[in-house]
């Protein structure tokens, strides 16, 4: 009965397709949207229940619907590959999916293209789906940029507007360069073992002979690129700040609770090369722990509430990577978990400030809403205290928990300590975040109230984001047993320090952002910001970098090249050619009698080859 | 005395030919050409090819003079004509295309006498001419047939505009 | 009938001189007329050549020739004047020097 997951995608890819060509009024267009993914989500569940009440022997089920192409020995087959890794995410995928759709349902309820979102979020949730289920690369592949596509047709969904254009041919070029080298990646890895099929790869890693690891390192190198560009990390994270040009539910759902974990999941999925591979797995936790740190400071200073949350996410999927590059497997997929419930509760709870306020993003254009929108308020305690990690209360505090343990347990003490100044920050930003908008004095008054499927999935993703912490993954048939889970050690003094950093970060907020001078709204303006602080807001300049780096030389040669050297050969060739036939044409008088001459001295030439030869 | 109407005829016929090319009259010119197909007559004639000459008396001077002398007629030339004919006359207009017709000849010549002199033996009559042409000959005369066809249709469409002209 | 002893390359060089003739006539003659008649003077003379050839083998190849050449000579000379009659009709003049519309 397994069988049935592989509706999961085409139930989304059904809708999709519905929702392109068949004109209907916007209530059924939600129906539509909201259903199909729904309908997944059920799927999912009880593929899941069926899957944990007997699980399969090797820890991991392939069905195969059938091949997709036949090139001699080569037959990659449209099968999947089920184990809790892929429930897991297939859980978060289809489930924050359904419920950032019946948000959708009432967020954009204005808005013109309706259908046209809901077609892109189903095709996105099915591609998503197919990313996570396949059992070879090529499969994954298909998915991998079949989100990025979906992500490109979001990021620019508003496409009226040139700079929401440049914001998604931005997300989609730079994600590009990562795809580049994680196909390279493939490419050597098919190259190296003649086949695509995951289980077989990841057999034949573990059972490869572990003296020659060159080959894994640098094919984990070409991977951690690949994931590095899909999840937003250094140093391709500028496009995910700039992706917030999209609706604010599609932030929720693709650039913070599912599609940038991709790279997360990439890695997971192909752990046993990593293992093979110490130094691509060092590369991954200092990328991970330069990038939280980066981000986390960037987030301290932003303005811009859909920036803020942005930066935060870039944040959490440094932990991630920083979880997975210590050998903290589980703890990531964890962390992955509860940061999709709290970044989504997040991103929706500031879409419906967004929403109520008249699409104001400033964040010191808000202030004291928590008496105004008090479901809002209480969304935004629950998901800023899981960001910030609050200890025993949130799911948060949980899997970062496990991460940091992990970074001690490995004994990579440059990155724990990282890890946990950048637990500080993130609690700093998080309620700057938090007292800015709903503490203090008032600047806007809401006109709005948000609607019913709007609330709840606010209540049911604050559920999850308290209740989240408590579930326990079943991932030790997956991926293996974790430095974090080693109870050898006693951790305690380590358990104290992580649960008190996060309050002390509270408290520093609040004393810097309630009750000092940084919280007011004139440090909020960009001019006369200290010039650190906008060197930060502007994400460590990282832009210019690129722009002065990479852009610029390359369209200043473009511009050179305008003319193409190379063609000017042949165009040269071609003015020769018109010259020469300029001049022939010159004996074209129209002249009966210099044709009739031209032939008589012809005939001569000819009788005198006769004559004299 | 044979030899003497040769000779004579030739002269002949080399008088005709240059006054065609040479008058500014365009009847001049054409009876100067229908003198010359005559002369040319006599020369098969005594070449020995007397079908040749007939056929020559009759297509040559007959018909196809008879269409040069129809059209003069019907372009009307005055004496306008002629004195315009006579100013495009000019004697540096000669010059190039003699000099390239002179070297012509004496190639041709130099080509003609590197073989040795013979002279002509044989006269071929009408009805050996007759046998061959439709006998090996019988696909050019059908080929020759289908050239006077399109000849026919040619020389019906260009004239038809002038005809509805004249109705 | 028997034929007069007339030597071949006298009858050749007569060919050519009238050849050569008609050709300095196509040159020079402005008028598409006159151009027409010299044509005939060219074909006539190649005709000469080929039956006095045909005569100095005895054979009737010679003839032949001719009578092709006259089948040729009679649809040039009917096409070639509807021409003639066409153009003095649009252009109202037979100078060829001042009819140059495909002048490259």
Redesign the interface.
């Known amino acids: 009965m397994l069988h049935a997951i592989g509706w999961v995608p085409l139930f989304p890819l059904l809708g999709f397709l519905v929702l392109v060509f068949v004109r209907m009024p916007a209530r059924l267009a939600a129906w539509v949207g909201c259903g199909s993914v729904g309908i997944s989500a059920l799927v999912v569940f009880a593929s899941a229940l069926m899957y944990l009440q007997a699980p399969p022997e090797d820890g991991y089920q392939a069905i195969t619907y059938g091949i997709w192409m036949s090139i001699g020995n080569f037959q990659p087959a449209f099968s999947v590959y089920v184990d809790t890794l892929t429930l897991i995410m297939l859980s978060i995928i289809t489930g924050v999916g359904f419920l950032i759709h019946v948000y959708s349902a009432g967020y954009m309820v204005d808005d013109d293209g309706y259908a046209r979102y809901f077609a892109y979020l189903n095709l996105f949730i099915a591609a998503m789906s197919v990313l996570v289920l396949a059992d070879n690369l090529l499969l994954l592949f298909l998915g991998w940029e079949g989100v990025g596509l979906c992500s490109y047709l979001l990021i620019g969904f508003w496409y009226r507007d040139p700079e929401n254009g440049a914001a998604a041919r931005k997300a989609f070029v730079v994600t590009r360069i990562g795809d580049t080298a994680m196909t390279i990646g493939f490419l050597l890895l098919f190259a190296h073992f003649s086949t695509v099929n995951i289980p077989a790869i990841l057999a034949a890693v573990v059972n490869a002979d572990t003296t020659d690891t060159d080959v894994y390192v640098l094919i984990g190198l070409l991977l951690l690129g690949g994931a590095v560009g899909k999840s937003a990390q250094l140093p391709l994270q500028t496009w995910l700040p700039d992706a917030m040009a999209g609706p604010t539910p599609v932030s929720a759902l693709i650039h913070a609770a599912t599609m940038v974990t991709a790279g997360v999941y990439l890695i997971a999925r192909l752990h046993p090369i990593f293992v093979q591979a110490p130094l691509a797995m060092h590369a991954v936790a200092w990328v991970g722990l330069l990038t939280l740190l980066l981000a986390g400071c960037s987030a301290l200073v932003q303005v811009d509430i859909k920036r803020i949350l942005a930066y935060s996410t870039i944040s959490q999927i440094g932990y991630m990577f920083l979880g997975l590059g210590v050998g903290a497997w589980s703890a990531s997929i964890f962390h992955l978990m509860t940061h999709a419930f709290f970044k989504a509760l997040l991103f929706l709870s500031a879409g419906t400030v967004i929403f109520c306020l008249h699409h104001k993003q400033n964040i010191f254009d808000m202030g004291g809403l928590r008496t105004r929108m008090p479901l809002t308020f209480i969304s935004f305690v629950i998901g800023c205290g899981s960001l910030a990690s609050l200890p025993y209360i949130t799911s948060g505090f949980y899997s970062k928990d496990e991460i940091l343990l992990g970074a001690y347990n490995s004994g990579e003490a440059l990155v724990f300590w990282g890890g946990v100044a950048g637990a500080l920050i993130t609690a700093v930003y998080s309620f700057r975040l938090l007292f800015i908008v709903f503490f203090g004095d008032p600047h806007t008054t809401p006109d709005k109230s948000p609607s019913l499927n709007m609330q709840v999935p606010l209540v049911l993703l604050g559920i999850l984001s308290v209740l989240g912490g408590a579930i326990h993954l079943p991932l030790q048939n997956v991926l293996p047993l974790g430095t974090h889970e080693d109870s050898a050690h006693d951790h305690t003094p380590i358990s104290v320090l992580l649960a008190v950093i996060p309050l002390l970060g509270v408290a520093l907020a609040w004393f810097l952002f309630k009750r000092g001078r940084l919280g007011s709204a004139a440090w909020g303006q960009a001019q006369g910001a200290p010039s650190l602080v906008s060197f930060w807001r502007k994400g460590w300049a990282f832009d210019q970098l690129y722009d002065g780096l990479l852009v610029r030389p390359f369209v200043a040669l473009a511009n050179f090249n305008k003319k193409d050297v190379v063609d000017a050969l042949y165009h040269g060739i071609t003015q020769l050619a018109q010259w020469l036939h300029f001049q022939v044409s010159h004996t074209q008088t129209g002249n009966v009698r210099w044709y009739a001459?031209a032939m008589?001295?012809g005939?001569?030439l000819l009788?005198?080859a006769?004559?004299f030869l | 005395m044979?030899?003497f109407?040769?000779y004579l005829t030739?002269g002949i016929?080399?008088w005709a030919?240059?006054m065609?090319?040479t008058r500014a009259n365009?009847v001049h010119?054409?009876l100067y050409?229908i003198l010359?197909?005559l002369s040319?007559a006599v020369?098969?004639f005594?070449?020995?090819?007397?079908?040749?000459a007939a056929?020559?008396v009759i297509?040559?001077a007959g018909?196809?003079m008879v269409?040069?002398v129809f059209?003069?007629m019907?372009?009307n030339l005055g004496q306008a004509a002629v004195e315009q004919?006579r100013l495009?006359?000019t004697p540096h207009?000669?010059r190039?295309?003699?000099i390239?017709?002179?070297?012509?000849?004496v190639?041709?010549?130099?080509?003609?006498?590197r073989?040795p002199?013979?002279?002509?033996?044989?006269?071929?009559?009408a009805k050996?001419?007759g046998?061959?042409?439709f006998g090996p000959?019988l696909l050019?005369v059908e080929l020759?047939s289908v050239?006077?066809m399109?000849?026919?249709i040619?020389?019906y469409?260009?004239?038809r505009?002038?005809m509805k002209?004249r109705l | 009938?028997?034929?007069?002893?007339?030597?071949?390359?006298?009858?050749?060089?007569?060919a050519?001189?009238?050849?050569?003739?008609?050709?300095?006539?196509i040159?020079?003659?402005?008028?598409v007329?006159?151009i027409?008649?010299?044509l005939?003077?060219v074909l006539?003379a190649v005709?000469?050549a080929f039956?006095?050839a045909?005569?100095?083998?005895?054979?009737?190849?010679?003839?032949?020739m001719?009578?092709?050449i006259?089948?040729?000579?009679?649809?040039?000379?009917?096409?070639g004047?509807?021409?003639?009659?066409?153009i003095?009709?649009k252009h109202d003049t037979?100078?060829m020097d001042r009819l140059k519309e495909l002048k490259g």
């Not at chain 2, 002199?117 to 009559?125: I, L, M, N, R, T």
């Not at chain 3, 040159?27 to 008028?31: A, G, I, K, L």
């Open positions: 001459g008589v001295f005939v001569t009788t005198s006769v004559v | 044979e030899m109407t040769f030739s016929t080399l030919v240059i065609v090319v365009a010119s054409l050409l010359s197909s040319m020369i098969f005594q070449m020995g090819a007397p079908f040749a056929l020559e297509v040559y018909a196809i269409l040069f059209v003069v019907m372009l004919e495009l006359m207009i000669w190039g295309p003699a390239l017709a002179s070297l012509l000849l190639e041709l010549v130099i080509i003609l006498y073989q002199s013979v002279s002509v033996p044989a006269a071929v009559d050996e001419v046998v061959t042409l000959y050019a020759a050239l006077l399109a000849g026919l040619g020389a469409h260009l004239g505009p002038l002209k | 009938m028997n034929a007069a002893n007339i030597p071949l390359d006298h009858l050749m060089l007569l050519c001189l009238i050849f050569v003739i008609g050709l300095v006539g040159m020079t003659r402005r008028n007329l006159y027409l008649m010299s005939e003077i006539n005709c000469l039956v006095a045909g005569a100095h083998w005895g054979e009737a190849d010679g003839q032949i001719f009578l092709l006259l089948t040729l000579a009679a649809s040039e000379v009917s096409v004047l509807g021409l003639i009659l066409q003095h009709r037979l100078d």
